[in-house]
């Protein structure tokens, strides 16, 4: 069983979602990934986002460019919490997709992150967080992740020619 659900307007979003998908792969955590848009598949959005509870998923997180309807839609389709990435776009550098995501109406928050890949990688460390709060081994990793970070961090400065 998946706890975590992560979907993407398109195929081209791809290469950002990823980044998302190596992290929850180096956690060992379940999840299953699909293309699935509100715009181009607004039946399949819809069954997607109203089944999510009943399938045990506990996050979901959405990537969309552009007009990013996606995630919005899902979040307004389901009680679990959404994770928004605002893909970059060529037009408008993901400007487009970070202000669709994030301006949410009061009562159904999407949790946007940063647009492109430090976003993609910031939902997966955003799910997982929110999975830890109740699955201890799931923490730990988070907290031994951020400590190889700091380690990383620390060391890299010694190196500085
Ligand atoms: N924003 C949405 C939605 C949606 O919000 O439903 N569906 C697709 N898209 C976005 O359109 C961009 C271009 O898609 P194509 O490359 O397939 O033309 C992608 O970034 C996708 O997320």
């Not at 509100?38 to 509870?53: D, K, L, S, Y």
């Not at 045990?56 to 899902?74: N, R, S």
């Not at 979040?75 to 990435?85: C, F, K, M, R, Y």
């Not at 109406?105 to 992150?113: E, H, L, S």
Request: net charge neutral; charged share 15%; with cysteine.
């Amino acid at each position: 069983m998946s706890e975590i659900s992560v979907v993407m307007g398109s195929k081209s979003d791809w290469p950002t979602v990823k980044e998302t998908c190596q992290i929850l792969d180096r956690f060992g955590v379940a999840y299953d990934k699909n293309v699935i848009s509100a715009h181009r598949m607004p039946n399949e959005m819809f069954a997607f986002a109203q089944g999510a509870v009943a399938k045990g998923t506990k996050v979901i997180i959405a990537c969309a460019g552009g007009a990013a309807h996606l995630p919005g839609m899902i979040a307004a389709n389901t009680p679990l919490p959404v994770i928004g990435i605002p893909g970059q776009t060529k037009t408008l550098g993901g400007m487009d997709s970070l202000l669709s995501i994030v301006q949410m109406p009061a009562g159904i928050p999407v949790a946007t992150t940063a647009i492109g890949v430090a976003g993609a990688k910031n939902a997966a460390l955003l799910a997982l967080q929110i999975l830890g709060t109740t699955d201890r081994a799931i923490q730990d990793q988070i907290i031994d992740y951020r400590k190889q970070m700091h380690d990383a961090a620390k060391e890299s400065g010694a190196h500085l020619d």
